[in-house]
């Protein structure tokens, strides 16, 4: 940090990958927490000269509001640490592991925490036929924010046509049942549990458009249920070595009791939006949306 009073903070957001729109959304959303709580805040659309662009801005601080590919998986957090920047959330092995499904659930399995069968496959093979039996979701291995995620209910139907925008590898991973709970953990204090109601898919407007889901929070779910999530949530953010923020999502079998909660995965740089989850429940826990963006500044170092 710098011999300012208060630092001087760059708000990373928008950037180049799929979930552009969103990290605008909660870039300008925590800017505008920020300067509420009397931060300098410059904010620094993360464009391809974003090394430069950081040089001039000088901040004492990145708060990083990317989302997906090169703000979320490593890369922007280490040319951070090249710089000497103090930044949010994961680091840069953690974010990289996070980031990447099926390495995460590898983990996630040795911390002997409940996940699907999944496997990396061609999607040309995916195309061509079932590469499991029905019900099955196919996801990019490296992507979030429910972009470019096919379930695959029915052998009827046949095998899915994915769009030419899907990578060339994707994860098919089983499809598990059930409700959809999430929890934040905030450092080493996880938050609490909401329970996610849509009428459909948990899809990309699902998550983003208002009216698209509804939040009960805290759940209403049994208590053993939701201790688990509670737990399972802290276990995983440990075991990916997650810093700052980060959400875990599940699916919850509600006729298999604690057998079926299922941990589907971490979220090392969870939405900022004015219909997200993580700021929706630090407010359940009395936390204001403005005090969870100052304990992000005040948690932020380099060598995460």
């Given amino acids: ?37 009397h931060f300098e805040v410059v904010e620094v659309d993360a464009g391809s000269d974003l090394y430069n662009d950081l040089r001039l801005a000088s901040p004492d601080v990145v708060l990083n509001c990317l989302h997906g590919r090169w703000g979320e998986d490593g890369c922007v957090q280490g040319m951070l640490e090249w710089m000497r ?30 996940v699907v069968e999944s496997v990396i496959v061609d999607a040309s093979a995916v195309r061509a036929a079932h590469v499991m039996a029905p019900p099955y979701v196919v996801k990019p291995n490296n992507e979030g924010s429910s972009v470019g995620v096919y379930l695959v209910q029915s052998e009827n139907n046949g095998p899915p046509q994915l769009d030419d925008a899907m990578p060339e590898q994707v994860m098919v991973e089983r499809y598990a049942a059930g409700r959809e709970l999430t929890t934040t953990v905030m450092g080493q204090r996880p938050l609490t549990v909401t329970d996610i109601l849509t009428t459909g898919w948990y899809d990309y407007d699902a998550k983003y458009k208002v009216g698209g889901s509804t939040h009960v929070v805290p759940a209403d779910v049994p208590s053993e249920i939701f201790d688990l999530c509670m737990d399972y949530a802290l276990r995983a953010h440990n075991a990916l070595g997650c810093r700052g923020v980060s959400r875990t999502d599940f699916r919850w079998d509600e006729t298999l009791g604690a057998k079926g909660l299922i941990l589907l995965e971490t979220n090392t740089q969870p939405g900022m939006t004015p219909t997200s989850l993580s700021p929706e429940q630090a407010q359940a826990v009395g936390i204001s949306f403005g005090a969870l963006c100052t304990w992000m500044i005040e948690d932020a170092s380099c060598n995460r």
């Fill in 85 to 114: 920047i103090p930044y949010t959330h994961s680091g840069v092995l953690a974010s990289a592991l996070a980031m990447d499904k099926q390495r995460s659930k590898d983990v996630f399995r040795s911390a002997g925490l409940p």
């Fill in 1 to 37: 940090m710098s011999s300012r009073t208060t630092p001087k903070v760059a708000v990373l957001l928008g950037g180049p990958s799929a979930e552009r729109e969103v990290s605008l959304s909660t870039g300008r959303a925590c800017a505008a927490a920020l300067r509420d709580e």
